[in-house]
């Protein structure tokens, strides 16, 4: 691998830094981040300040230009490493992953348990680019292969196992007296930090040689994780929905300041017709000063209705959260929950906490939305709540009903959704699985379609733009 000495590949300076950073603001957006112009413009000035001697310092220069969350951190690394790579091709000394020879794992963990315990960056840094071109290749290509995988890469090498060995390791050098005061638990912690960060690496690694076969705007679009109000809630692991809890407040300022806007060009209301014309006898039939219809200052009413049980869970608490931060925009906020009986869970949203798991695991522990089974009943729930709890839907409440339509081949129960239609003013239906999986086994999506109106709503992006549209003023 030939590096330079400003510590960046040589393709970087052959291809030209306005390329690269061109390619990196590109991808970026891609992934959902919002960069403009004028974040551009600084970047590139940042680039020429700070020069090309510190690729680190190149990188935390680049992010303060680009980003705005932290949270954009992890989509805004991984493309830094693709763009603004450390070196190219196989580090020296070692296979490329398809030939007969292969490195000695033995020796290499060894290696690996002297730059565990001692911290060495720069050598887990050669680790990683050894044992990815040592153990990640696969297939036979040009070149001896056709790709490199971390996956394979650290199944072989196995760093967790290493645990152990690093532990005596540090303690029997000539640091342990220094370190006597921390607990075992607490070195343990660290280890394992450090070889989070050393599998981290070899992710890196993998995705940069992959990089260097296939094109680096291709691996950067498909190998790298999109922000967490793109990923899909059905699939959100805690470390997304953790990053969303972060963003509902945020996001829900945003969203109350384009209502309140709605609000007050709806305030002016629409053209009344016949007392315009009426005033425009006294110039000729021309309607010179139009009257416009009073609204009253009444704030509409908001009801959900949530199904809480399985992967759906994570979405309708996610919004259930989010319409909480909102509801000083509305007269009134009722929630219910259900997974086959429904229960109302206001109070609970009210003064409960803001972490969508919490909120969840306390919903299904004091509220009566399960019976028999645990299983998701939509005819049941739905049929429920048409008994118990239709007061709390009048002519001026909007009704969402969050959850996927899955009925587990039970009745769909149509007719109380149609009660539930004829009492209020809208009924939506958010649905957070693709429109192409609707009505699709037991999913009974399009029937519910046909009385109310359905939205796909997968993301939290989705999500905001979908409440901003249709929440009432």
């Known amino acids: 691998m030939t590096a330079l000495p400003d510590g960046f590949a040589r393709p970087v300076a052959e291809e030209g830094i306005s390329g690269r950073l061109t390619g990196l603001v590109q991808t970026l957006r891609s992934h959902g981040l919002r960069i403009g112009t004028g974040e551009t413009v600084d970047a590139a000035a940042a680039l020429e300040a700070l020069g090309l001697a510190d690729r680190e310092r190149v990188r935390e220069g680049l992010a303060a230009a680009l980003l705005h969350q932290d949270g954009q951190r992890a989509v805004f690394d991984p493309v830094f490493d693709l763009y603004f790579p450390l070196g190219v091709g196989a580090p020296d000394g070692t296979t490329t992953g398809g030939g007969d020879a292969e490195p000695d794992r033995d020796a290499l963990r060894e290696r690996l348990v002297a730059a565990l315990a001692t911290d060495d960056r720069a050598l887990l840094e050669q680790l990683a680019r050894e044992a990815v071109a040592g153990f990640g290749g696969y297939g036979s290509g040009q070149g001896g292969s056709d790709g490199w995988s971390s996956h394979q890469t650290l199944s072989r090498l196995r760093p967790e ?41 070899v992710r890196t690694e993998a995705r940069r040689r992959v990089a260097e076969r296939r094109g ?23 470390a997304h929905l953790d990053e969303l809890r972060r963003t509902v407040h945020p996001l829900a300022r945003k969203l109350a300041t384009r209502l309140a806007a709605r609000r007050r060009r709806a305030a002016h209301g629409a053209v009344d017709l016949r007392r315009t014309l009426r005033g425009s ?39 259930m959260l989010l319409v909480q931060a909102l509801h000083d ?4 906020v009722r929630v219910f929950a259900f997974v086959n009986r429904a229960d109302e869970v206001t109070g609970l949203l009210t003064h409960g906490s803001t972490d969508p798991v919490g909120l969840g695991a306390r919903i299904l522990g004091e509220a009566a939305v399960t019976g028999w089974h645990g299983s998701s009943d939509y005819g049941t729930s739905l049929g429920e709540f048409a008994e118990r709890h239709l007061d709390a839907v009048g002519p001026r409440s909007t009704v969402f009903v969050l959850g996927d339509a899955r009925t587990n081949m039970s009745d769909p129960n149509l007719p109380a959704l149609r009660r539930i239609a004829g009492r209020a003013r809208r009924v939506y239906w958010l649905n ?15 029937a519910y379609a046909e009385l109310v109106e359905m939205h796909e709503c997968r993301n939290a992006r989705q999500l905001g733009e979908l409440i901003a549209r249709l929440l009432p003023v």
């Open 216 to 238: 680096t705007e291709e691996i950067a679009r498909r190998a790298v994780a999109t922000t967490a109000d793109r990923v899909d809630f059905l699939v959100a692991g805690r």
């Open 161 to 201: 196992t290493l645990l152990a060995r690093v532990l005596a390791a540090l303690r029997a050098g000539p640091a342990a007296d220094g370190d006597a005061a921390f607990t075992d638990r607490l070195e343990a912690d660290e280890i394992r930090r450090r070889i989070e960060g050393f599998r981290e690496r």
């Open 281 to 319: 006898l006294s110039t000729g039939g021309v309607p010179m000063r139009p009257v416009l219809r009073r609204r009253r200052p009444a704030r509409p009413e908001l009801v959900l209705l949530c199904d809480v049980s399985g992967s759906v869970a994570g979405f309708a608490s996610f919004t």
């Open 432 to 446: 957070p699985e693709p429109r192409s999986q609707w009505s699709t086994g037991d999913s009974a999506a399009y």
């Open 329 to 332: 925009q509305f007269s009134k």
